[in-house]
Nanobody, 126 residues
């Protein structure tokens, strides 16, 4: 069974940091681009960051560039999102995503996703 399981969400004050993890199982993930999306209350789901299958290519939404870092450990089938300098506007449910392929990370920022995680809540208080 293919699964993406997120963890690491929680409540943090503005300016603080959190690290999200996404553990993948059920198939080979080293040939898939991975990414993070988020959905705030009353808003559509939006792209946050992607990383290519090898980890050599990353791509970020302008709203998080310079504050968030995506990384992956293919040996552990895990992708991470380090979030620093958090703002109240970052409050959302964060979803892990995976799509098979070998293209650069930017290609997957607006393409259909093969697999979604169940989401983890991030709340940033002011």
């Amino acid at each position: 069974q293919v699964q993406l399981v997120e963890s690491g969400g929680g409540l943090v004050q503005a300016g603080g940091s959190l690290r999200l993890s996404c553990a993948a199982s059920g198939r080979t993930w080293s040939n898939a681009a991975m990414g993070w999306f988020r959905q705030a209350p009353g808003k559509e789901r939006e792209f946050v960051a992607t990383i290519s299958w090898s980890g050599s290519s990353t791509y970020y939404a302008d709203s998080v560039k310079g504050r968030f870092t995506i990384s992956r450990d293919n040996a552990k089938n895990t992708v991470y999102l380090q979030m620093n300098s958090l703002k109240p506007d970052d409050t959302a449910v964060y979803y892990c995503a995976a799509t098979s392929g070998y293209r650069s990370a930017s290609y997957y920022s607006n393409r259909p996703v093969d697999y979604w995680g169940q989401g983890t809540q991030v709340t940033v208080s002011s």
